[in-house]
């Protein structure tokens, strides 16, 4: 029988992966699964990818707008697989199945340089059967994160081959493979950001001195990550502050380390014993937090513990060390504890952090084997295996489609608002709109503060000629987000639809004193005054503004040159004020002598009108 050696390990560790994910072979298309790939045309072709290379990786619909992400490697992976299988979902789930093996197979190598090929397997099997990834793998859009993990831990052992390498040729392959790597992690998710300090830590632990020096390696990695930064911040990094979590709507930085410091707890316990998932973490699955209680000072203390474990490890035990602050690290980007992320936590941003537990399996059977308690560890480790194996298999069919996932999810998780979102979204699709208006009134009873229910309530409600409600659930969220001007264009709405002309043009005439330079808020005013049949000189200043706003100042200034025959047979009097002091900036720039005239006029029939740069 032969020997085992790092190389057979990381080959079982991978089947492992491979058998214990195979029912995610039955799953189809779920939740994102839909927009991103089924729906995307992007992930059709090769050419389609290409053309979508410098694009954000969200598709921006009217209903899902486009997050902060860019990740064309994982758009080229659908690409490829829409051609091999006609778009047939098992495919993509058969490979998401493979990439994870090959990662598990990867974790094997990267660890044995300081387990044994006995230890390196148990850390590899740990790694494979964690049920904390199977929102990675049984879910078709977790493939960004398996992915990224492959760029980085191949990054880290070709970056391995350089320093030790015989001579300047193979040195220079290895420092392009490791580049290479580095890009694929980069182009994959943006937690690769971290891949070099990953890098300076793998070479920080590893025992065998380098042959050559490293420095230039480093330089090339920080240029290409600085050189990604400008790339994901031209392409999609404007709509992060748009896609911010919810947990964190109108919370300062203080009150979001509130918020977030009790979810290391539930971090750890992902980590440990992963028993009870969830697909979603919105409120109040994590509730928002204002003041900086009891549990965050718990969820300090162990991210610190935790932390502080990782640093002692260095000399005593490299291998639990790497396996930590590793984890550590590439969980940073989205723990919000620095900046606020997309999400307050999600299981798929977690599967380089099971190297945590992996690698801590791993020393402590190698541990247990030098100690003569082999027996014991084994049997405990085994323990684990088998519980973590149950919960995966169990858990993958929750993926199987958008309706089984949003059932199931509400069900574990009631009190998650964003549960009953999707509930009412595939409600509606289907035709069932009182229950959709049932469900979206739930979400936003559930959390209050969040406006998006009500962007889908309202209409919902107007369209089902549920007025009341439609003015009810408006005017809560207006109240609580008076500037928001989507807030005040469905306040608008919903007493339009209701017959309320009045009501929508004191909202509207609000809204435009408080935001003159809004254009959003300038054609929600333009088109109140349409529907209550404003005069012609209220309309003309109504139209200016908006194209002044937009920026067509020429058709700005047209509509302009009309205002003196209008004022020649008008009176003025108090109504003029509202629409010429919001007017007035750009009446300034585009027609000074008019605005001159303007101000004589308002001067001489003692309008109290606040015209800047001291007129009227």
């Given at each position: 029988m032969?020997?085992?050696n790092?190389r057979?390990?990381?080959l079982?560790?991978g089947?492992a992966?491979?058998?214990?994910f195979?029912?995610?072979?039955g799953?189809g298309w779920?939740v ?11 992930a059709h072709s ?9 694009s954000?990786?969200?598709p ?6 486009s ?7 994982v ?13 047939r979902p098992?495919?993509f789930?058969?490979?998401?199945v493979?990439?994870h ?8 190598l990267?660890?044995?340089?300081w ?9 590899g099997?740990?790694?494979a ?5 199977v929102?990675a793998?049984a879910?078709?859009v ?7 993990a492959l760029?980085?831990l191949?990054?880290v052992?070709s ?9 300047d ?9 490791t580049?290479?790597g ?5 182009l994959?998710?943006e ?9 300076v830590?793998?070479?920080a ?10 420095g ?5 990695v920080c ?11 031209s392409?999609?990094?404007t709509?992060?502050?748009?896609t911010?979590?919810?947990n ?7 009150e979001?380390l509130?918020?977030?410091l009790p979810?290391?707890?539930d971090?750890?316990?992902l980590l440990?014993?992963?028993l009870?998932l969830?697909?979603d973490?919105?409120p109040?699955?994590i509730?928002?937090?204002t003041?900086?209680g009891g549990l ?8 610190s ?7 002692s490890c260095?000399?005593?035990?490299p ?9 550590v690290?590439a ?6 504890l620095?900046f ?21 399996v791993?020393?402590?059977l190698?541990?247990g084997?030098r100690?003569?308690r082999a ?9 684990l ?9 169990t ?7 958008t309706?089984?996932?949003v059932?199931e999810?509400?069900i574990?998780h009631?009190?998650?608002?964003r549960?009953?979102m999707w509930v009412a979204r595939v409600?509606?699709?289907t035709?069932d709109?009182?229950?959709?208006l049932a469900?979206?009134?739930v ?9 998006l ?5 309202v209409?919902?409600a107007?369209?089902m000629n549920?007025?009341r409600?439609?003015?009810?659930e408006?005017r809560?969220m ?5 500037d ?6 469905w306040?608008?709405e919903a007493?339009?639809s209701?017959?309320?002309v009045?009501s929508?043009?004191a ?5 435009i ?14 088109a ?6 404003a005069?012609?000189?209220?309309l ?30 008008q009176s ?12 007035w900036?750009?009446?300034?720039a585009l027609?000074?002598?008019?605005a001159?005239t303007?101000?004589?006029?308002v001067?001489s ?11 009227g």
């Amino acid at each position: 029988m032969p020997s085992l050696n790092h190389r057979r390990a990381a080959l079982i560790a991978g089947v492992a992966a491979c058998l214990v994910f195979a029912n995610a072979l039955g799953n189809g298309w779920a939740v994102h699964d839909t927009p991103v790939v089924r729906d995307n045309l992007a992930a059709h072709s090769v050419s389609g990818a290409l053309r979508a290379a410098f694009s954000p990786y969200w598709p921006d619909t009217p209903e899902e707008p486009s997050a902060g992400l860019y990740r064309p490697a994982v758009v080229a992976t659908y690409a490829i697989d829409w051609i091999v299988s006609g778009g047939r979902p098992w495919w993509f789930h058969l490979v998401n199945v493979l990439l994870h093996g090959g990662a598990t197979a990867l974790v094997v190598l990267v660890v044995g340089r300081w387990l044994s090929p006995a230890g390196a397997l148990a850390a590899g099997v740990m790694f494979a059967v964690h049920p904390v990834h199977v929102e990675a793998v049984a879910n078709v859009v977790g493939r960004a994160e398996i992915l990224a993990a492959l760029g980085i831990l191949g990054a880290v052992l070709s970056a391995r081959r350089f320093r030790r390498a015989p001579d300047d040729r193979v040195a220079r392959l290895w420092f392009a493979v490791t580049i290479l790597g580095v890009a694929f992690a980069l182009l994959s998710k943006e937690i690769a950001v971290v891949t070099v300090v990953i890098l300076v830590l793998d070479q920080a632990l590893d025992t065998e001195r380098s042959a050559r020096p490293t420095g230039e390696l480093y330089i090339a990695v920080c240029a290409l990550t600085l050189g990604w930064l400008f790339l994901w911040r031209s392409v999609a990094g404007t709509y992060v502050a748009s896609t911010a979590a919810a947990n964190f709507r109108g919370l300062s930085a203080g009150e979001r380390l509130a918020t977030m410091l009790p979810v290391q707890l539930d971090v750890v316990r992902l980590l440990a014993l992963p028993l009870e998932l969830a697909h979603d973490y919105n409120p109040q699955t994590i509730p928002q937090r204002t003041e900086f209680g009891g549990l965050a000072l718990l969820g300090l203390l162990t991210a610190s513990s935790v932390l502080a474990l990782g640093v002692s490890c260095v000399r005593r035990a490299p291998a639990a060390a790497f396996g930590i602050l590793t984890g550590v690290a590439a969980y940073a980007p989205t723990s919000n504890l620095f900046f606020p992320s997309g999400i307050a936590l999600a299981e798929r941003s977690l599967y380089l952090a099971v190297l945590v537990p992996a690698v801590a399996v791993g020393w402590v059977l190698e541990w247990g084997l030098r100690r003569g308690r082999a027996r014991a560890v084994l049997l405990a480790a085994g323990a684990l295996v088998a519980v973590y194996v149950g919960r995966t298999a169990t858990r993958t069919p929750f993926w199987k489609d958008t309706r089984t996932t949003v059932i199931e999810g509400v069900i574990e998780h009631p009190e998650n608002f964003r549960n009953h979102m999707w509930v009412a979204r595939v409600s509606e699709r289907t035709g069932d709109s009182a229950r959709a208006l049932a469900e979206y009134l739930v979400a936003g009873a559930l959390f209050d503060r969040e406006p998006l229910p009500v962007t889908r309530s309202v209409p919902l409600a107007i369209a089902m000629n549920r007025h009341r409600v439609a003015i009810s659930e408006a005017r809560r969220m207006h109240e609580q987000w008076p500037d928001s001007p989507d807030m005040v264009r469905w306040l608008v709405e919903a007493y339009l639809s209701d017959g309320n002309v009045d009501s929508a043009t004191a909202v509207a005439e609000r809204a435009i004193v408080a935001a003159p330079q809004s254009n959003q808020v300038a054609q929600i005013y333009l088109a109140v005054l349409g529907r209550r049949e404003a005069p012609e000189w209220r309309l003309l200043l109504a139209r200016a503004r908006v194209d002044w706003l937009g920026l067509r100042l020429e058709s700005a200034g047209r509509r302009l040159d009309a205002l003196p025959g209008i004022l020649g047979y008008q009176s003025l009097n108090r109504e003029w004020c509202l629409d010429l002091e919001t007017i007035w900036p750009g009446l300034l720039a585009l027609r000074p002598a008019m605005a001159d005239t303007v101000a004589g006029m308002v001067q001489s029939a003692g309008l109290p009108c606040k015209l800047p740069d001291g007129r009227g």
